[in-house]
Structures are given as C-alpha cells and as structure tokens.
C-alpha cells in the first residue's frame, strides 16, 4: 500500500507560494487587506493550474465544558477530502472573548496515536512569521505549505497555544480523538510522549484548504447531529459525509472532490440553542469555505421536536432564506428531506404532521436545486414514521453506520455539479 506523502517541493515553488499571505480575518465585512491577501493567495493557485478547495472543515461554537488555557499544544487529527498542493489551515477565535496566541503551528501526516509519519512534520507560518495573534471573533489562515497532501489522508494539525483565556473556540463532538501535551511548545515533535492527554474535540481548528486541480469543488453539509455524525463508530470516519468523501474520491467523473462536515449536534434553522442557528452560522461555516460549489441542507429536525416548536411554514421560510443567500453567493442548495424519528422521546403526532408538510416542501416545491430523499431512503415501509431497524443506532432518530452509508449512496452525485457562479 503506498503511504500518503506530504512532500517538499523545489525552490521555485516555495518561492511562487511565498505571495499567499496569511491573513487574520475579523468577523463582520472582509476588510481590503484580506481581500488583497485572499486575492494574491488565488492568484498564485491560478498560475500554478490550481483552485483553492477545502479538504476539511469543522463547525466552530464556544466550547462551555473547556476553557482556553495557555501554554499547552493541541494535537488535533483529521480526515482530508480533495488532494492537493499548498495547504492552508484556518484557526478560528469565533467565539473567544480574549485574544488567543499562537505560538507555533505544524502539519504532518499521522501515523498512529499522537505519533507521526517521521519527516512529515512541517511548520507553518503567518504572514511570514511562526507565530500569530487572533483577536475575539476573528479568524486567520496560515500561509501555504509547499507540497503535495493526499487525498483521505489522516493530518495531524499540532498548535502551540502560547496564550489565551476565557472562552475557548472549538467543534465539540468532533468523533476523533485529538491529543493534548499539557504543558510546553510540542508541536515539531513526531513522537506522542509529550501527548498525555486524549480529547474528543478539535480546538480552534476550523478548516483545511489545499489548491486542487483548477476546476476542482467542494460541497458543504449544513446540518444538525446526524451529519455531525452522532452513535456512529468514533475514529473510523463513518459520518455520512465521510462516506460521501470516499463516493467522490473514487469517481473519475466527480470534479467535487472536497466536503466540508458544518454540522452541530442539537443544531436548529430558527433559534440558538447547540450552536448558532444556521441562519446565524451560514456565512461563517459555509459561504467563506474555499471552492464550496454546492450546500446539502439537512436541518430541521430539531426545530420541529423543539418546545415551542415552529410551524411548518415557520421552518420553510427559514430554508427559503439560506436557499436566497446562498443563491446571492453563487452556492446551489440540494435539499434534503427530515428523517423519521418516531420513539424519540420528544416525538409527537403533531410533529409528525410538521415534518411531512416541510417534507413536501422540500420534495415538491421547487425551491432548491435539487433534492436527496433521505426519508424515503432509512424509513421503515411498515412504519413510515420510524427509522427502519436495521439503520437505527438504538435512540430512533440517529442512523447507525450502515445508517449513514446508505444517506451517502442516495446522494446524486450529479446533483452536486450544479453551479450557479458567473
């Protein structure tokens, strides 16, 4: 089996990259100098023959159960999607109330653990600089690294967390176990000594980008907790939009190789609640993704079992406006239908009537560029209102492994070229 590699490259091509500038990015408007910085970084992947893409990404919130503390390294794996050169990571302070310091940052491939694929490990830089400074609400992308990253590689993002206090930024239910050296500056290191402690959660990492073959895309998955991949199998990459990944990896004829996982557990379309809602979140987590061309919205359900719950009409509307602004941002929508949950503890005939009027919306309308039947797809034919036995995890509402890998393979994969950009 040939080992994923993240090569050096010659001079040249260091030196050509060397003008994608890593930028902070404060929330609210993009200001002219992330704009000019954003413009050189594309400007560089087009003479290269390449187009910036996201290979990974995690919804952010404020993580209430973990403060920020300073002077400890976060050794957080994920699971890449597209291939590509010139790898970008994004560290986000969304939701900090104090400024975060990163000391220093690294990239290298895992191997096992905490431990990595010796000669792998590599530094990253900001502006030029190993370190940076990311102010409450703010974000930064890293300059990029020359070399080549696989696709369905598992990368080990190490940072050094200089200082920081308060309320950390971060993806709760990340389903990957990340590691922490507790005390000290342990990025560069390959081996797991220093990594004591195990952590479910990924800290302040928020994306992963690499410059893809130019023509290259991303779909993004704005949901709830089935696409954050709730009761599935923890570090075996079995959410369903990990499946999806590997669907879109092993098609020749698919140039939407990138997926980008934006769900939050608990997540609602309306209200806050686990997360903003994703009519706060939608900018954030999808629109400013690189080379997102598609969204699939499967969000819903949560609104519906709430108490109050909205109306159906209520939750049409709210998917009537992140279908307009992601239109206004050149990003299609597939719309996916809100799955049984009869069992649950919060099920109610009325909900139930909801959830099938919003349903035909969905299927029927009109309104969104295309539609995966995810309803039809894991009901049970008996009980329509009930997920069928066989995708059920056990709490009636959250699809096991086999679960979310039929979600995956009822997706379209046609469905997700649709382009709306100029």
């Not at 696709?151 to 206090?165: F, K, M, T």
């Not at 109050?308 to 406006?321: M, S």
């Not at 929508?333 to 009537?353: I, K, L, N, Q, S």
Request: include cysteine.
């Amino acid at each position: 089996m040939n080992r994923p590699k993240l090569r050096s490259r010659a001079v040249h091509t260091m030196t050509a990259v060397a003008v994608a500038i890593g930028t902070v990015l404060a929330a609210g408007p993009t200001s002219a100098a992330d704009r000019t910085a954003e413009s050189s970084a594309s400007a560089a992947s087009a003479a290269r023959g390449t187009t910036p893409v996201v290979t990974w990404a995690a919804s952010t919130d404020r993580l209430t159960t973990a403060a920020a503390f300073p002077d400890r390294t976060y050794r957080l794996v994920v699971r890449t999607s597209a291939g590509g050169t010139g790898l970008r990571i994004r560290l986000s302070n969304a939701f900090g109330d104090q400024p975060v310091t990163f000391g220093r940052a690294f990239a290298g491939l895992r191997s096992s653990g905490a431990s990595l694929v010796p000669g792998t490990n590599r530094p990253l830089s900001f502006g030029g600089s190993p370190s940076v400074t990311v102010p409450p609400g703010g974000s930064v992308y890293s300059d990029q690294l020359p070399g080549t990253l696989r696709p369905q590689s598992d990368l080990a993002v190490s940072l050094y967390v200089r200082s920081a206090g308060g309320v950390a930024t971060g993806h709760k239910m990340a389903l990957q176990t990340s590691y922490i050296a507790p005390a000290g500056d342990h990025a560069s290191d390959d081996s797991a000594t220093p990594y004591t402690q195990r952590i479910t959660s990924w800290f302040y990492l928020d994306a992963v980008t690499v410059g893809a073959r130019r023509g290259t895309g991303a779909v993004a998955t704005l949901g709830d907790s089935i696409t954050d991949g709730a009761i599935s199998t923890r570090d075996t990459n079995r959410r369903w939009p990990d499946f999806l990944a590997r669907r879109l990896d092993a098609d020749p004829g698919s140039r939407i190789k990138g997926v980008a996982n934006e769900g939050i557990s608990g997540n609602k379309v309306l209200k806050d609640g686990s997360g903003e809602s994703a009519l706060k979140r939608l900018d954030r987590d999808v629109l400013s993704q690189r080379g997102v061309r598609t969204m699939v919205l499967l969000e819903g359900v949560n609104d519906i079992k709430g108490v109050p719950a909205p109306t159906a009409a209520e939750v049409i509307a709210g998917y009537r406006q992140l279908i307009t602004r992601s239109h206004a941002a050149g990003v299609c929508v597939v719309g996916a239908t809100v799955m049984p949950y009869e069992g649950w503890r919060d099920w109610t005939p009325g909900g139930e009537a909801v959830r099938q009027e919003v349903n035909a919306f969905i299927r029927d309308s009109g309104a969104f560029d295309a539609v995966v039947d995810f309803d039809r797809a894991v009901k049970d034919p008996a009980a329509p209102s009930r997920i069928l036995p066989a995708y059920n995890s056990g709490d009636h509402l959250h699809p096991n492994d086999a679960g979310m890998r039929t979600m995956s393979d009822t997706v379209d994969l046609k469905s997700l070229r649709c382009s709306r950009r100029q």
